[in-house]
């Protein structure tokens, strides 16, 4: 399939932002964030109801008048100055073309090139704007809404917040009933000066491959089953910690055969704060709040590889971290604990895997007038790390990993993986 960029343009705002409100300021913590743009694509069935020039001029116009309210996306992150120019430039809006049916495209396996044709690259600078969507027409009518946001100004919260207000002002034409968003997280989290944001290390020189596993429902009973047949497992584990664990296992499997004995590891995994911590954070509020907890495996130090002990490890740095975010009571304190978990720099043998986690995200819930996504993904990466998200009915999880070449080769090729998942 041929994908033919034939529209570029910026969308800016319906009506200018105020004066008072031209200049936004970013919290502590979306100074803390990798200063990347997260993408997702969310395909739809044709609806026969529309051209589509039609839809494509609704979604230009609901995604004006949605910037009224979502007003520092439309604007220029400064970062010497630590703040967002809310400038009404606008956000980035391509339209391509195709070349296939989206029927087609969705059977079989996946075809990761396609899927990041699906999206824009993108480079941030200061000039770079902090939104950018990609409109894609297949052949038989069916779309593929790509959205790339900056990480500096949006966690997953916040930029499933801004889809889901966006799919609202498209479907019921108009920006009346969508929840107003708060830009207030600075006034909890100041910003500070000098703080390094968080960098994914990329191995120099090796080829890096993305591949999508399926863990369907009856496969993660089964982990879940395995790791609680055990009487060091105190609780069933939730879906993500059960193929989280099982992946991990895999991966230091796959280090102990090339180097020849087991390696100590650290899994960095996110986690979401909205909800858990002391602070008084409302539920509408715009920015990043998130925090990495990590999980260890000792190596030579370990008497075994299990399954449920992984899944105890994983288990139990979650429920630590709940508790401890709890502590704070106030922004200065929960930064300070959260930084710490930066500070640890670990030893050229040790082995860093990291997970993200769109599961329990409401991408599934974006109706733009013609229907919920019939499939949402992410596209390949350009370091190594495991993306984990829904399937479309929720009970399953997709894993989309991202290894160089001769790791992949021994992953997708493990037992386990073979046994648990399908491969897409």
Known sequence: MKVEIVSRKLIKPTSPTPPHLRSYKISSLDQLAPPAY???????????????EKRTERLEKSLSEILTIFYPLAGRYIKDDQLVDCNDEGVEYLE??????????????????????????????????????????????????????????ADGTSACMFLNG????????????????????????????????????????????TKVFV???????????????????KRQPSRVVAVTALIWKVLIAIAQAKHGHLRHSILFQTLSLRGKT????????????????TARFGGDNES???????????????????????????????????TNSFKEVPDPETDIYLFTSWCRFPV?????????????????????????SDTKNGDGVEAWVTLNEKDMLLFQNHPEIKAFTTQI
């Open 364 to 388: 599934y819930e974006a109706d733009f007038g013609w229907g919920k996504p019939i499939w949402v993904s992410t596209k390949a990466k350009t370091a190594e790390m495991i993306s984990l």
């Open 304 to 338: 075994k590889m299990e399954l449920h002990e992984l899944v105890g490890k994983l288990d139990d740095s979650i429920r630590n971290a709940l508790v401890d975010c709890k502590k704070p009571q106030n922004g200065d304190e929960l930064f300070s604990m959260m």
């Open 166 to 209: 966006w799919a609202t002002a498209c479907r019921t034409s108009g920006i009346n009933e969508v929840i107003r968003p708060r830009f207030d997280m600075a006034s909890f989290f100041p910003p500070r000066p000098n703080i390094p944001s968080v960098v994914v290390p990329k191995k120099p020189g090796a080829l890096i491959i």
């Open 215 to 233: 863990f369907d429902g009856s496969s993660i009973s089964s982990l879940k089953a395995i790791a609680c047949d055990s009487a060091l497992t």
């Open 96 to 153: 391509a073309r195709v070349s296939g049916q989206l029927a087609q495209f969705l059977q079989g396996e996946v075809k990761v090139e396609v899927v990041n044709d699906l999206a824009p690259n993108v480079m941030a600078s200061s000039t770079t704007p902090l939104a950018i969507f990609q409109i894609n027409m297949f052949e038989c009518g069916g779309l593929a809404i790509a959205w790339l946001m900056s990480h500096v100004v």
């Open 38 to 52: 997260v993408p997702l694509i969310q395909y739809y069935h044709a609806t026969g109801d529309e051209n589509d």
């Open 278 to 293: 002391a602070l008084p954070i409302p539920d509408n509020s715009f920015g990043n709040l998130f925090m990495p907890i």
